[in-house]
């Protein structure tokens, strides 16, 4: 049987009412005090006090005794008594031995003044003998270890670190309640291998991507399974309660394309029988599917800005556009050309397309019209152009994007067309298979058919590096939202992580 732990939410303020309080936040103390009509009556050591007045330090004890009388003719609004009680020779003892104790005290005296305090009466004891004295004034009086709300928040930190609730590579973000996102200041070329992902003879990723947060790597494999890694120790996230019994994300075909919301609390997966589902990563729960999204395999599905749509990608070319609230088709591109990748703009208010015959398409979201068509420079003396393999906005330059072709050859380009930067490498063979871009935008990272990732300079527009990732059959690539750590996997069941 489950026990439920209560707290008394009068104990919650008088907490914020301490932190206040050894923090001289006095207007804070008071507005507080005076809204929720609790008042804060503790002391720090009950020990000390019963130690004191058993061996009659009665100077100590009467600076402690008279301090707390203060207290209590502030609540009771007995303004001269105050007054008289900061002149007795007591409280002058206290002004020189422990002048910013008084100094505190005299500063909450003054702008009790100006403040409306609540009456709140405490019986004070009579008794003379000291054992029994200093019993009454510890039934009187809460004892409070000092600064209980950093305490607090340490020991439930502690707690969900040592139950694996926190990463302990992460640093985290208190207010948010999550690992804050580590953001590098130097991009630096991730040529060194991290550790290695194993999926087995059987299977094999056929997606991945990073979340939003930069805390979890997931992927999508050709038997079905979505599975969430820790990336930086290249095991499964066992602080999902779900991952631990072993119930993981699944659809019942190869699951092709993922994705995750900009806050990462959702995730997206499409396979390759058409079907779309959404996933909230902490409970586990599917919240939204879409049998038959699409009538052929999803290539590719992304969340729109405010994770309210997705935009999804067939093999059969087709665009459509999803409602996760209403779980309907919203809308769906009519194009004339088979379309291969499509995202949203940085502002959300375009699609752009890129297409088997290499032509960039730009459309409006909500009217579904093209605005622009694109075409990216002619390859050959014949006139055609490459297969566009995936299209890539740029967050640093709004309105430009990243146009990867199937060839030798990457474009950035602005939505009026024009080519700001063109990108080829000849050192090797093969057709590009995917492409990524760096946080900053400061490299282009190729990962193509022979298995080398070509590390592009932006800066200088050539090759800075070639890494051979995997041996045979690769099969996507993709980069932390904020760290230089890339991921590259093949046919041959493996995932790589690396970096600098």
């Excluded at 005090?33 to 019963?50: H, W």
């Excluded at 209590?72 to 105050?82: A, N």
Aim: hydrophobic share 40%.
């Amino acid at each position: 049987m489950s026990q439920k732990l209560e707290v008394d939410s009068s104990d919650i303020v008088k907490v914020i009412l301490q932190f206040c309080r050894e923090n001289e936040l006095t207007q804070s103390y008071y507005a507080i005090q005076d809204e929720c009509q609790v008042a804060l009556n503790t002391i720090f050591s009950g020990e000390i006090l019963t130690d004191n007045i058993m061996h009659g330090r009665w100077d100590e004890v009467l600076q402690d005794l008279v301090e707390q009388i203060v207290l209590e003719m502030i609540h009771l609004k007995e303004f001269d008594t105050v007054f008289l009680l900061m002149q007795t020779k007591v409280m002058n003892i206290m002004r020189q031995e422990q002048p910013s104790r008084f100094a505190k005290l005299e500063r909450l005296v003054k702008c009790s003044t100006r403040s409306n305090i609540d009456n709140h009466h405490f019986d004070l004891p009579k008794k003379i003998p000291r054992a029994s004295l200093a019993k009454t004034l510890l039934r009187e009086i809460t004892v409070a270890p000092p600064s209980q709300m950093l305490t607090l928040i340490g020991q439930a930190l502690k707690w969900q670190r040592e139950k694996n609730k926190l990463s302990p590579d992460h640093f985290f973000d208190l207010f948010r309640s999550a690992n804050a996102a580590i953001v590098d200041a130097v991009e630096a070329c991730p040529a060194s291998e991290h550790c290695t992902i194993n999926f087995g003879l059987k299977t094999c990723p056929q997606c991945a991507c990073f979340s939003s947060d930069g805390q979890l790597l997931a992927t999508g494999s050709v038997d079905g399974l979505v599975e969430l890694w820790n990336w930086f120790s290249g095991k499964l996230e066992r602080n999902l309660h779900y991952q631990e019994a072993e119930l993981f994300f699944m659809h019942s075909s190869s699951v092709l394309a993922l994705d995750f919301s900009r806050n990462s609390d959702l995730l997206v997966s499409a396979s390759l029988d058409g079907e779309v589902k959404v996933w909230q990563v902490n409970t586990g729960q599917c919240i939204r599917k879409f049998e038959k999204a699409h009538p052929q395999g999803i290539c590719s599905v992304v969340f729109n800005y405010d994770s309210s749509q997705l935009l999804s990608v067939s093999t059969d070319g087709a665009v459509r556009i999803h409602g996760i609230k209403s779980g309907k088709m919203l809308k769906e591109l009519s194009s004339e050309r088979t379309v291969k990748d499509a995202k949203y703009t940085t502002n959300g208010f375009q699609i752009i397309t890129g297409t088997l015959d290499g032509i960039v398409q730009v459309w409006d979201s909500k009217s579904m019209e093209i605005i622009e068509e694109l075409y990216p420079p002619v390859l050959d003396s014949s006139g055609r152009r490459a297969a566009i393999k995936c299209i890539i906005p740029l967050n640093n330059s709004p309105g430009q994007f990243v146009v990867c072709t199937t060839k030798n050859t990457v474009h950035v380009m602005t939505s009026r067309g024009q080519v700001a930067q063109s990108f080829s490498c000849k050192l090797g063979k093969g057709d590009f298979v995917s492409c990524v871009v760096s946080p900053k935008c400061d490299w282009i990272y190729i990962l193509r058919e022979d298995g080398n990732v070509i590390f592009f300079s932006v800066k200088s527009s050539e090759v800075e590096k070639l890494l051979l990732a995997h041996d045979e059959l690769p099969l996507g690539i993709c980069h932390h939202p904020h760290r230089a750590v890339l991921a590259t996997f093949s046919m041959s069941g493996t995932l790589r992580l690396w970096v600098p």
